[in-house]
């Protein structure tokens, strides 16, 4: 009897360590990437490639994090009022609009990133607006997304060409407002106080004639919003 017993342990336990091998993996995805000089592979050809893009990076997409895509991680980081280690760690990977998965990320790790950037976008083009003119200027930038004549892709458009003044004046490199936090939760949830509109504008600022031949949809704060 003794024995019997001790051969079910024992099979009980072989069952256990076959259950905690085949976790090992799992465990491992799930951990926060982080990528520096040496690391190599297909999330480093997307930070390289956005960093190309975007005017950081001008070597090879080679998907090898060396010299220059460290010294170009760097510029990225400092002007994005990020810690400056040359390390794409979670903070630098949400900047750039990717997540830590090489497979392209979870749901979760893509819209935790996509918040952080519409967020920042949304305190640097609309601070000291009314909190529903916040709420329309993240839902701006979610209806360019969606739309054929816009990138596909949240940071695509919020870091498109000339799109957005804030990035260029280096509004978008100040702290991020709590409101504009709320803001741009509100908007990926679906509220869309601007109407549909794709374009907004200060029309006491702003100097495009271009802009005020779109058509108007409705006036929040000190924005007036157009199609």
């Known amino acids: 009897m003794p024995f019997k017993r001790k051969k079910i342990a024992a099979v009980f336990l072989a069952v256990l360590m076959l259950f905690?091998?085949?976790?090992?993996?799992?465990?491992?995805?799930?951990?926060?990437?982080?990528?520096?000089?040496?690391?190599?592979?297909?999330?480093?050809?997307?930070?390289?490639?956005?960093?190309?893009?975007?005017?950081?990076?001008?070597?090879?997409?080679?998907?090898?994090?060396?010299?220059?895509?460290?010294?170009?991680?760097?510029?990225?980081?400092?002007?994005?009022?990020?810690?400056?280690?040359?390390?794409?760690?979670?903070?630098?990977?949400?900047?750039?609009?990717?997540?830590?998965?090489?497979?392209?990320?979870?749901?979760?790790?893509?819209?935790?990133s996509n918040l952080y950037l519409l967020a920042r976008i949304i305190s640097a083009e609309a601070r000291g607006e009314p909190y529903e003119g916040q709420v329309a200027v993240g839902a701006v930038v979610l209806n360019r997304v969606r739309h054929p004549s816009f990138p596909n892709s949240l940071s695509g458009v919020i870091y498109q060409n000339g799109a957005f003044t804030a990035i260029v004046d280096g509004q978008f490199d100040q702290p991020i407002s709590s409101s504009a936090y709320r803001a741009a939760r509100d908007a990926m949830n679906g509220w869309d106080p601007s109407g549909g509109a794709i374009y907004y504008y200060n029309p006491v600022k702003s100097t495009s004639k271009w802009i005020f031949s779109r058509p108007v949809i409705k006036t929040i704060g000190n924005h007036v919003f157009a199609k």
Not at 55 to 82: I, W
Not at 90 to 107: D, I, K, N, V, W
């Open 20 to 112: 905690a091998m085949a976790a090992l993996p799992q465990i491992s995805r799930t951990q926060a990437a982080v990528y520096s000089w040496g690391s190599s592979g297909p999330m480093v050809t997307k930070i390289q490639n956005n960093l190309k893009k975007w005017g950081y990076y001008s070597g090879a997409v080679d998907g090898v994090f060396g010299g220059e895509t460290s010294r170009a991680v760097r510029q990225f980081q400092r002007k994005n009022g990020l810690a400056v280690d040359g390390i794409v760690g979670s903070s630098t990977l949400a900047a750039l609009g990717l997540s830590g998965s090489s497979g392209g990320g979870s749901a979760a790790g893509n819209q935790n």
